[in-house]
């Protein structure tokens, strides 16, 4: 036997016992005769206690960092009590010792705070992994995973795999691609989701599916993106769109609950994405408080009216006008102002400037743009803001979606800085009534906003049917009826950040093939990427709908961490490489051979 206990176990009641661990060597500590030694396990860690009897055999065995060893001793109060640990108050009066294994010296130190800079740590991931704070995320990643499971479970759900060597599956991204040996010159795709197998899984009637899968997407990384990552992906048959998210906020509240211990109690807000636009300029809002923009000219028309007269340049030209108030903080400095004013000039924000107003709390107000405004119109645009003294309002003036955006971004950086964004606050979201379709300007053609599946609201259905889909100036589609179709799709929103996305499903095939149609598709083209779901379609496929979470992100908001990669434990890097396998890499000219690959490189 190996050990009698773990290191994260041992306390004052069981003084006295004799007792063996095993685990990696944290530290050695020399003192005269006696060496403590920190030995750290998944569970925790120990001190042990090395006396002069055993001081000869130490000069022979040296300990050193991240070795393996196995201890046997006497379970000893401590005098110098750690209160922080569990294993505080004793340490082990060693009798016994075998190193299990030796280590190199690790090229960073296996601490939380570690002096390994990313890449090393990514390269040496097997270390990193034996850090405390990074098991932990590991542990909160297998607490959800259990959680979600359970009420799945309970709910109904069956757990079914589907394959990842598959046919495309559009989800708005690229396919990474898997070449087939034995079918020459063809290849498969990794799923980008189990999109089109749930869906089969209804037609098939098994009415509540779940799995925790992989997807696959070969986009351009960000930071919080990963090629391969997670979803707990649902579906169910003979439900409406309210049945999804009574269903599912259910399931976000049993994480809270079982991973955080939050009563979530409340019913979940809802917003739809006209409103989340217009009031955030965004359709992830966080609504932990609220800032909402103030539209005062969109798309040149004048919402507050002594815009239109202005002869402020800026304003005057502008498509788009926005304002946040910003509460207590009329008093901030010029310098403070000039500084915002560089944050909403960079290239991530794009604008050109940016205006204020304040609301002195002596009852003043003042401007950037006092020139071409007197107090009465301050005033009135104060109060078209709902401002309230001691605000500052901070206008952005540009092209409609830019300037949309550059607020939206804008109002979360205020909220951070005036610490409204509290990381243990949670508010949950849904965001309703996505538009159907998006306009791709470089194609010239719709794509669906959600996925092809998804169904138009039923009001919507005529306008789709008897449209035709092109257009023939392409910078005109929001004068197209398409522009206006709405989709039965859904958003869950954290904090801020979509955790989850679904949709009520299209389950008749002469709607669906409308909808290949609307987005470019030949019939033939069509019955080619879909001919089994379209087949699928014909022998009883029953109304359903679902939902996918992202199960990473969701770990990282749950950890208080803005980066997925923190919580798998073997992710790849910005550029998609896993840089400790050092993938991807070349393959043997005999594998391509058997592959009937030939490589042209481009430079
Ligand atoms: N397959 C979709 C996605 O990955 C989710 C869904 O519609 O259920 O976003």
């Given at each position: 036997m190996y050990?009698?206990?773990t290191?994260?176990?041992?306390?004052?009641?069981?003084?006295?016992q004799i007792?063996?661990?095993?685990g990696?060597?944290q530290t050695v500590?020399?003192?005269?005769?006696?060496?403590?030694?920190?030995?750290?396990?998944?569970?925790g860690i120990?001190?042990?206690?090395?006396g002069?009897?055993?001081n000869?055999?130490?000069?022979e065995?040296p300990?050193g960092?991240?070795?393996?060893?196995?201890?046997t001793?006497v379970?000893?109060?401590?005098?110098?009590?750690n209160?922080?640990i569990?294993?505080g108050?004793?340490?082990?009066?060693v009798t016994?010792?075998?190193?299990?294994?030796?280590s190199a010296?690790?090229?960073?130190t296996?601490?939380?705070?570690?002096d390994?800079g990313d890449?090393l740590?990514?390269?040496?991931?097997?270390?990193?992994?034996?850090?405390?704070?990074?098991?932990?995320?590991?542990?909160l990643?297998?607490?959800?995973?259990?959680?979600?499971?359970?009420?799945?479970?309970e709910?109904?759900?069956?757990d079914i795999?589907?394959?990842?060597?598959?046919?495309?599956t559009?989800?708005?991204?690229?396919d990474?691609?898997?070449?087939?040996?034995?079918?020459?010159?063809e290849?498969?795709a990794?799923?980008?989701?189990p999109?089109t197998?749930?869906?089969l899984?209804?037609?098939?009637?098994?009415?509540?599916?779940?799995?925790?899968?992989?997807?696959f997407?070969?986009?351009?990384?960000?930071?919080?993106?990963q090629?391969e990552?997670?979803?707990?992906?649902?579906?169910?048959?003979f439900?409406?769109?309210e049945?999804?998210?009574q269903m599912?906020?259910?399931?976000?509240k049993?994480?809270f609950?079982?991973v955080?211990?939050?009563?979530?109690?409340?019913?979940?807000?809802r917003?739809?994405?006209?409103?989340a636009?217009w009031?955030?300029?965004?359709?992830?809002?966080?609504?932990?408080?609220?800032m909402?923009?103030?539209?005062?000219k969109?798309?040149?028309?004048n919402?507050?009216?002594?815009?239109?007269?202005?002869?402020?340049?800026v304003?005057?030209?502008a498509?788009?006008?926005v304002?946040i108030c910003?509460?207590?903080?009329?008093e901030?400095?010029?310098?403070q102002?000039?500084?915002?004013?560089?944050w909403?000039?960079?290239?991530?924000?794009?604008?050109?400037?940016?205006?204020?107003?304040?609301l002195?709390?002596?009852?003043?107000?003042?401007?950037?743009f006092?020139?071409?405004?007197?107090e009465?119109?301050?005033?009135?645009?104060?109060?078209?803001?709902?401002?309230?003294?001691?605000?500052l309002?901070?206008?952005?003036?540009?092209?409609?979606?830019?300037?949309?955006k550059?607020?939206?971004?804008?109002?979360?950086?205020?909220?951070?800085?005036?610490g409204?964004?509290?990381?243990?606050?949670?508010?949950?979201?849904?965001?309703?009534?996505?538009?159907?379709?998006?306009?791709d300007?470089e194609?010239n053609?719709?794509?669906?906003?959600?996925?092809?599946?998804?169904?138009?609201?039923?009001?919507?259905i005529e306008?789709m049917?008897?449209?035709?889909p092109v257009?023939e100036?392409?910078?005109?589609?929001?004068?197209?009826?398409?522009s206006?179709?709405?989709?039965?799709?859904?958003d869950?929103?954290?904090?801020?950040n979509?955790?989850?996305?679904?949709s009520v499903?299209?389950?008749?095939?002469e709607?669906?093939?409308k909808?290949?149609?609307?987005?470019?598709?030949?019939?033939e083209?069509?019955?080619?990427k879909?001919?089994?779901l379209?087949?699928?379609f014909?022998?009883?496929?029953?109304?359903?709908?679902?939902?996918?979470f992202?199960?990473?992100?969701?770990?990282?908001i749950?950890?208080?961490?803005e980066?997925?990669?923190?919580?798998?434990?073997?992710?790849?890097?910005?550029?998609?490489?896993?840089v400790m396998?050092?993938?991807?890499?070349?393959?043997d000219?005999?594998?391509?051979e058997?592959?009937?690959?030939?490589i042209?490189?481009?430079?």
């Open positions: 050990r009698t206990h290191c994260g176990e041992l306390t004052i009641n069981n003084k006295d007792v063996t661990l095993a990696w060597v500590r020399k003192f005269g005769a006696i060496t403590f030694v920190d030995l750290r396990d998944r569970y120990t001190q042990l206690l090395f002069e009897n055993l000869k055999q130490l000069d065995q300990l960092r991240e070795f393996v060893l196995q201890a001793g379970v000893n109060e401590r005098s110098n009590k209160k922080n569990l294993t108050e004793i340490e082990i009066n016994e010792f075998k190193i299990l294994n030796k010296v690790p090229p960073f296996i601490q939380n705070n570690t390994g890449d740590r990514m390269k040496y991931r097997y270390l990193d992994l034996r850090r405390n704070i990074i098991k932990q995320n590991l542990q990643r297998y607490a959800v995973n259990r959680s979600a499971r359970n009420y799945l479970h709910q109904g759900f069956m795999e589907t394959p990842f060597l598959i046919k495309s559009p989800e708005g991204a690229r990474f691609v898997v070449p087939s040996r034995m079918n020459a010159g290849f498969y990794l799923p980008q989701s999109q197998f749930k869906q899984l209804m037609v098939s009637g098994y009415d509540r599916y779940y799995q925790i899968v992989k997807c997407r070969d986009e351009d990384l960000r930071a919080d993106r090629p990552f997670t979803q707990i992906d649902c579906e169910m048959a439900v409406e769109q049945d999804i998210l599912f906020e259910g399931l976000i049993r994480i609950k079982d955080k211990g939050i009563d979530y109690s409340e019913s979940v807000e917003m739809s994405w006209e409103d636009m009031n955030y300029g965004n359709d992830k809002p966080d609504i932990r408080f609220e909402k923009i103030s539209n005062l969109v798309q040149n028309q919402y507050f009216e002594p815009f239109a007269e202005t002869e402020f340049g304003f005057k030209n498509e788009t006008i304002a910003v509460p207590n903080a009329a901030y400095s010029r310098k102002t000039d500084e915002l004013i560089e909403v000039k960079r290239p991530q924000i794009g604008m050109a400037g940016l205006a204020f107003v304040k002195n709390n002596d009852g003043t107000i003042k401007s950037s006092d020139k071409f405004f007197n009465g119109q301050l005033k009135e645009l104060a109060s078209f803001c709902n401002a309230k003294t001691n605000d309002i901070l206008i952005l003036a540009g092209r409609e979606e830019r300037t949309r550059a607020m939206s971004e804008l109002r979360l950086e205020m909220a951070k800085r005036l409204l964004r509290k990381d243990d606050e949670y508010k949950l979201l849904w965001v309703l009534d996505f538009p159907l379709f998006e306009y300007e194609f053609r719709w794509v669906a906003r959600h996925h092809p599946f998804t169904s138009p609201k039923p009001q919507d306008t049917i008897n449209n035709n257009i100036v392409a910078e005109k589609y929001l004068d197209h009826p398409y206006k179709i709405k989709a039965n799709a859904y869950i929103v954290l904090n801020g979509e955790i989850g996305g679904g499903r299209i389950y008749q095939r709607l669906q093939e909808m290949f149609a609307a987005l470019g598709m030949s019939k083209e069509a019955q080619h879909f001919g089994f379209l087949g699928a014909e022998y009883g496929a029953p109304p359903h709908g679902g939902i996918a992202g199960f990473d992100r969701l770990c990282a749950l950890g208080g961490s980066s997925i990669r923190d919580f798998i434990a073997f992710p790849k890097n910005n550029s998609g490489r896993d396998l050092d993938a991807p890499s070349t393959i000219e005999k594998q391509l058997e592959l009937n690959i030939n042209t490189k481009r430079n």
